[in-house]
């Protein structure tokens, strides 16, 4: 149906950056709406940056002027990229991230990568 597969997660320093890729395909795969939610130990899952065909973006404020979301669209639309450009990480950006698509009513998760800032 929908398969989405994360890279770029890793150790970096507070100040650094950070570029996380995503790569979405499937049956019913459109890339439409893609985004980035994060979970850090203890805490709920939250939305981080979002975007939705024709370009049009949400962040989260705790990450606005820092994080930027953007998108490659196959040719053939078989296979769209969303990416989450990350600087000035600080350390309480350190979480699990994950990519999101929503499909058909349907959310659809990628297995999560690690982001981890140190101080």
């Known amino acids: 149906q929908v398969q989405l597969v994360e890279s770029g997660g890793g150790l970096v320093q507070a100040g650094g950056s950070l570029r996380l890729s995503c790569a979405g395909s499937?049956?019913?795969?459109?890339?439409?709406?893609m985004g980035w939610y994060r979970q850090a130990p203890g805490k709920q899952r939250e939305l981080v940056a979002f975007?939705?065909?024709?370009?049009?973006?949400?962040?989260?404020?705790s990450v606005k002027g820092r994080f930027t979301i953007s998108k490659d669209i196959s040719k053939d639309n078989a296979k769209n990229t969303v990416y989450l450009q990350m600087n000035s990480l600080k350390p309480e950006d350190s979480a699990v991230y994950y990519c999101?698509?929503?499909?058909?009513?349907?959310?659809?998760w990628g297995q999560g990568t690690q982001v981890t800032v140190s101080s």
């Open positions: 499937g049956s019913i795969f459109s890339g439409n709406a």
């Open positions: 975007i939705v065909s024709g370009g049009s973006t949400v962040y989260a404020d």
């Open positions: 999101n698509a929503v499909e058909q009513g349907y959310n659809y």
